[in-house]
């Protein structure tokens, strides 16, 4: 699954004044950010602050109303087929094709990724075993567990080894064995040269995990700094800042 | 091969092993061929009563009048019911359980989208229509054929399925629940079908309604009438359907 690390960061991801209206409301306002290869970041916020409309956005399911995405120097918003190759998504509640079975997913997935033949069947065997869906591998996706959902979704971001990997809320449904898997897997995967973003509305995952963190309010982008490993009270206090009075002004004085 | 193909076959198979695994497909096939045998039998039946008295017409009708064409002409009945549930669940359904986006966010542009569910629900349809013709091509070595009429007429079925196929996948672009996208594809199909009726009744055979409807541009081709104009109006009509149903689903990418 591992390739060998990049020599040195290169910027896979740059937004620049993104901005997205849903449902008559601004969701996402004026957002810049970037992220290096080999970065974690981790997206936080409350329900509705625009973390899944942002991550949407930078996945290519959906377009921005305003602002650029460039992905590895190239414009995403031109070049929305370089999704294809470059970018591993696994969206919100981990959506499937409940006809088919996870061996099948896999292969779709692939194919519309431009893996074929013997590519194919090798990436797809090396996910299996990575992410342990051997007992899954002839199950219909439908009849699967929201945890397994997840893992497969997981499986399917995963398998062209993209160069971005947009995780919305991953450890959905995941029990604690699956948490500490799923830690190890993003650490290996930013360990090889892979930028992850993901959301999260757990703090300690981002803690764990992440070595950036921005924090959404309202689809304004209200923090972004470096994640001090195990610091999670100072987190806590930015985030609470944010989450209570909406600016960071008052999380620094909290 | 170029990326578009690869994207398009990509799509195509994915829509055609949802279509192999889904019950309803399977149901559908096997409720109409088994309707459409029964029917075969009775013209059959039918043919071989009169025989006799046709042996006394010069020019009397034959094999592929009596039996083979009645027979695809039944099809193409059952193809109002048939295609729009068919084609329901193709996009609708994919909105409905949030796996559009996964497309999307593989760097398939809409078209590709379109373009691959719409060869695999065609796919299916060509498969259901050489099925029934094999009935009546069971009997040729006992039988003499009209192969130009009967390659007219399946032509014509050919065509008539894949509008159908087109306005049935355009209908599921535009619908947020498949039982709407079915619905709307029958009444679109339908008055499609019967647009001139009304100037039927009323003895006029040319100008643009008759023009506008689908059975003017089929039942030449039922009898064995190959022209460019009504080949035309169906590439015409697949086209526009088509065109349609990928302005939709592009408009999901920006507007959800």
Not at chain 1, 199 to 221: F, K, P, Q, Y
Not at chain 2, 2 to 28: G, K, Y
Not at chain 2, 140 to 155: E, F, I, P, Q, S
Request: proline share 4%; hydrophobic share 55%.
């Amino acid at each position: 699954m591992t390739s060998p690390p990049p020599a040195s960061p290169k910027t896979v991801l740059q937004l620049d004044r993104v901005s997205r209206r849903r449902a008559s409301r601004a969701a996402v306002q004026d957002l810049s950010l970037s992220l290096q290869s080999g970065q974690v970041m981790g997206l936080l916020g409350v329900n509705g602050a625009g973390k899944s409309t942002t991550l949407s956005m930078i996945a290519g399911a959906l377009r921005p109303d305003s602002g650029g995405i460039e992905l590895n120097g190239e414009d995403f918003l031109e070049h929305p087929e370089l999704a294809r190759t470059q970018i591993g998504w696994l969206p919100e509640r981990a959506p499937v094709w409940a006809e088919l079975s996870v061996d099948e997913h896999l292969d779709a997935h692939g194919r519309l990724r431009g893996l074929n033949g013997a590519a194919l069947r090798q990436a797809r065997t090396a996910i299996i075993e990575r992410l342990e869906l051997q007992p899954l591998a002839r199950r219909l996706a439908g009849v699967l567990s929201q945890g397994q959902r997840q893992r497969l979704g997981l499986a399917c971001a995963l398998l062209h080894r993209p160069a971005l990997l947009v995780l919305d809320e991953p450890a959905n449904a995941l029990d604690p064995v699956q948490v500490a898997a799923l830690r190890a897997l993003i650490r290996e995967q930013a360990a090889s040269g892979t930028a992850v973003i993901l959301s999260t509305h757990l703090l300690a995952e981002v803690t764990a995990v992440c070595d950036r963190v921005a924090i959404l309010h309202e689809g304004i982008l209200r923090h972004d700094g470096a994640v001090l490993a195990d610091d999670h009270a100072a987190l806590e206090k930015t985030f609470f800042g944010i989450a209570m009075n909406g600016n960071t002004e008052s999380a620094r004085a909290a | 091969m170029s990326r578009a193909f690869v994207n398009t076959v990509a799509v195509a198979r994915l829509e055609w092993r949802r279509l192999l695994v889904r019950p309803l497909a399977w149901v559908l096939a096997a409720l109409t061929l088994a309707w459409l045998a029964w029917n075969f039998t009775l013209l059959l039946g039918g043919f071989l009563a009169g025989q006799i008295q046709r042996a006394a017409l010069p020019d009397g009708p034959g094999f592929t009048d009596l039996v083979g064409v009645p027979l695809l002409g039944q099809l193409a009945q059952l193809a109002f019911l048939v295609v729009p549930l068919l084609c329901m669940s193709v996009i609708a359904g994919e909105r409905r359980n949030g796996t559009l986006p996964l497309l999307f966010a593989a760097g398939v542009p809409a078209s590709r989208i379109v373009l691959g569910k719409y060869l695999a629900v065609l796919g299916w349809l060509l498969l259901w229509l050489l099925l029934t013709l094999a009935m009546p091509l069971a009997l040729t070595h006992a039988t003499h054929v009209d192969w130009g009429k009967l390659a007219a007429a399946t032509l014509g079925l050919a065509l008539m399925l894949a509008a159908l196929a087109a306005i049935g996948v355009a209908c599921s672009s535009f619908a947020s629940h498949p039982a709407l996208a079915a619905a709307a594809a029958l009444v679109i199909a339908l008055a499609l079908w019967s647009v001139n009726l009304g100037a039927q009744m009323a003895g006029i055979n040319g100008g643009a309604i008759n023009w506008l409807a689908m059975s003017t541009h089929l039942q030449p081709l039922l009898r064995g009438l190959v022209s460019t104009a009504d080949i035309v109006w169906f590439a015409l009509l697949i086209v526009l359907a088509l065109a349609l149903a990928t302005r939709r689903l592009a408009a999901d990418k920006e507007r959800n």
